[in-house]
């Protein structure tokens, strides 16, 4: 089984992400690209970031989506921190709208998604204790997304996805619905 943890900067993808490899033994995975191109999470990084200021909106939706797909080539049950949402959401459009969909076509999707949301106010207070100093917080797009895109996104394609409003909940608390969720699919345990 594979599930997308997908959502914002602040909403706690990676702490869920985290806490189910923990709980359900499942292999994390956050670069998959790192892999094929033999390089470290540092380094991997370092290159999507070097292909995001490329400012190609069709490169950046190729590149990610070639990323996506080798996440969906794990042959273990695995947790993907993010997927194919946020680059949707930052490259989706006309332009490369086919791209998105030759990418579903042809790689699949997750078997669940489970979309983090929380309000901007909570994800820019989470980034701030996270690290005051990230760069983020300069970036007035990434501080007043929505999630509107991403919904559109998960229904188009038809993805099985449950949205998760992190805003009032304790990391605890997600886990435990994020678990419930994942139950309804697949033979896991709460």
């Given at each position: 089984m594979i599930i997308a943890i997908?959502?914002?900067?602040?909403?706690?993808?990676?702490?869920?992400?985290?806490?189910?490899?923990?709980?359900?033994?499942?292999?994390?995975?956050?670069?998959?690209?790192?892999?094929i191109l033999s390089v470290d999470d540092d380094r991997c990084l370092e290159i999507?970031?070097?292909?995001?200021?490329s400012d190609s909106p069709k490169l950046i939706a190729w590149f990610l989506a070639f990323n996506d797909m080798c996440a969906l080539n794990a042959?273990?049950?695995?947790?993907?921190?993010?997927?194919?949402?946020?680059?949707?959401?930052?490259?989706?459009?006309?332009?490369?709208?086919?791209?998105?969909?030759?990418?579903?076509?042809?790689f699949g999707k997750p078997d669940l998604t489970l979309l983090l949301t929380a309000s901007n106010e909570v994800r820019i207070d989470r980034i701030k204790k996270r690290d005051s100093k990230d760069a983020d917080l300069k970036n007035?797009?990434?501080?007043?997304?929505?999630?509107?895109?991403?919904?559109?996104?998960?229904?188009?394609?038809?993805?099985n996805y449950t949205i998760i409003d992190t805003d009032s909940l304790t990391a605890e608390e997600v886990e435990d619905i994020a678990l419930r969720e994942i139950s309804h699919y697949t033979n896991v345990k709460e």
């Open positions: 997908e959502g914002h900067d602040g909403v706690g993808k990676t702490t869920l992400a985290k806490a189910l490899v923990a709980r359900l033994g499942f292999v994390y995975i956050k670069h998959p690209i790192k892999d999507i970031k070097n292909v995001i200021k042959d273990e049950n695995a947790i993907l921190d993010r997927h194919s949402l946020l680059n949707y959401y930052w490259n989706g459009g006309t332009a490369t709208e086919a791209i998105f969909e030759l990418s579903q076509k042809l007035t797009a990434i501080l007043k997304a929505d999630n509107d895109k991403l919904i559109d996104y998960l229904e188009k394609y038809k993805f």
